[in-house]
């Protein structure tokens, strides 16, 4: 144990502590798909059976939010050995996940309340964390032993939280299989493949739900279920892998190099990307998959702030383990929520993306773009285009049997530019194209307009959708 940490109850004074947050995954849909009455019952048996472990880890119950506990333990060591003991023994309660996120640091008493940045912190870092899953922060991990089985799960940028956070698991069963349960994606209750009372395919992913109810709204409105099935986890699930199936991730950069031609159009687009890029400045991509783009933006500008944001954990892994992972902050979640890091965005990059969703999908990531971005930054796009001639009709047909229909089809229809300017951008421009064995990419740029002058009406003449300025160059 730390000399630092220690209980000084009611003293006022700030004092270092393990605060610990446990909660259920999927809690907030499940109260949605099925009621008030059943949620609530649940989030009371989880809490009382966690609440039977306090003593034994000398763990104090500082306040309870729906099914969200907050804890207090004197020490790290506590609280990862309760942490475990709250996910092996109920890991899986009815139905849902538990996930613990922890993190120690100061914090005050008044009264019987406690505050400080490190209580926040530790609500954060469960917030992110994934069914069955225990995350700590860096400084959690410095002060338990040695030995404590943990494993680096990369930087991680919060919501007013000023500096990125380096995150670990908790390794909860060494050595053990984990169940492979998967989430229903609509009431997100743990389901057991073999047992689902219904399954579907979408896009290439696999859904198992838990009653014929669940998978009814499922079908008749796939795209609104942004959260699915992925593993023990539950993690964010709604995306169309790299490769189009999740089995081919590992494949994916090979399969890039061969049939991409990426040298004719990913230095073009890093070019621009860092032209409008300021100095110091923070640049986002979303879908960065296997992170070519991410890592080389850092490479290239150690000055800037690298956000790269990915709906598959497989993809992100191989990411992380290349050269220069380390600089670049990578967060798994979904390019349809709310953009991560609480500062504007000066570069926005989107390689390969938004073929992969569906048009509402589209909207809303551009919208969000161009609300996160700062006035006058740009938004750089590398997606497919229509095809001109036999080869690039061909190679966009093989292109939606892989990925899907429905994402591709605007792109191919030629609908980027409007997509752009109806998001809230202008000055919408192609900046070249490239022939490849999967069509015609195109490479787009687009500025983000200030809140004046979004409030002006739109600039004539910044795009036209068929002819854009510099069709046929090649990047
Ligand atoms: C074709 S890869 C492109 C990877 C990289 N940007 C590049 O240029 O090579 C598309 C990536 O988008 C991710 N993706 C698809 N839909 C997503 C979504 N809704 N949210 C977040 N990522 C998504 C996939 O997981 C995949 O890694």
Redesign the pocket.
């Known amino acids: 144990m730390s000399s630092a940490q220690g209980s000084l109850r009611g003293s006022g004074e700030a004092v270092t502590q393990t605060f610990l947050f446990a909660d259920l995954a999927g809690y907030t849909a499940l109260t949605e798909a099925h009621g008030d009455e059943h949620a609530a019952d649940t989030a009371e048996r989880f809490c009382g059976l966690v609440r039977a472990l306090l003593p034994a880890h000398e763990a104090e119950e500082l306040n309870l939010v729906g099914d969200a506990l907050l804890l207090r333990v004197p020490t790290a060591s506590a609280a990862a050995r309760l942490a475990a003991q709250i996910v092996s023994d109920h890991g899986h309660h009815n139905g849902l996940g538990v996930r613990v996120g922890m993190h120690t640091g100061s914090a005050v008493q008044r009264g019987h309340d406690w505050f400080g940045a490190a209580i926040n912190l530790a609500a954060r870092v469960a917030d992110v964390a994934a069914a069955g899953e225990v995350l700590l922060t860096q400084k959690t991990r410095d002060v338990l032993p040695a030995a404590t089985p943990t494993q680096p799960r990369g930087r991680r940028v919060f919501k007013n939280v000023s500096r990125a956070v380096e995150l670990h698991e908790l390794v909860v069963r060494p050595g053990q299989q984990e169940p492979r349960l998967t989430t229903d994606p609509v009431c997100r209750m743990a389901v057991d493949p073999a047992l689902a009372a219904a399954s579907q395919t979408h896009q290439g992913i696999e859904h198992h739900f838990c009653s014929a109810g669940c998978h009814e709204l499922f079908d008749a409105s796939p795209y609104s279920y942004?959260w699915a099935a992925a593993g023990p986890g539950g993690a964010?699930g709604?995306?169309?892998?790299?490769?189009g199936r999740a089995g081919l991730?590992a494949g994916?950069d090979l399969a890039?190099a061969l049939t991409m031609r990426e040298r004719r159009w990913?230095p073009a687009l890093l070019h621009a990307a860092t032209r409008d890029l300021p100095p110091g400045g923070t640049v986002l991509?979303?879908?960065?998959?296997?992170?070519?783009?991410a890592i080389a933006l850092a490479q290239l500008r150690p000055d800037a702030t690298v956000l790269a944001?990915?709906?598959?954990p497989s993809?992100l892994a191989i990411a992380q383990r290349k050269a220069g992972a380390e600089r670049v902050a990578w967060h798994h979640?979904?390019?349809?929520?709310p953009v991560p890091g609480s500062s504007p965005i000066d570069v926005a990059?989107?390689?390969?993306?938004l073929?992969?969703?569906s048009d509402a999908?589209k909207r809303q990531?551009l919208t969000r773009l161009a609300d996160a971005l700062r006035g006058e930054g740009t938004v750089h796009i590398?997606d497919w285009g229509p095809p001109r001639g036999l080869l690039t009709r061909l190679g966009a047909h093989a292109l939606q049997a892989l990925?899907g229909r429905q994402g591709p089809a605007s792109l191919l229809a030629g609908e980027l530019p409007t997509l752009l300017t109806d998001a809230g951008f202008s000055h919408s421009q192609c900046a070249g194209s490239v022939t490849t064995a999967w069509g015609r990419l195109q490479l787009w740029q687009a500025q983000a307009q200030g809140p004046e002058a979004r409030s002006r009406p739109p600039m004539a003449g910044s795009h036209d959708p068929t002819s854009p300025t510099s069709e046929g160059a090649q990047p």
């Open positions: 942004a964010p709604h995306y169309v892998p790299a490769a991730t994916y890039m990913r991509e979303l879908g960065c998959g296997t992170g070519a783009n944001v990915d709906g598959d993809a979640q979904l390019a349809t929520e990059l989107c390689s390969l993306l073929h992969h969703l999908d990531v590398a990925d």
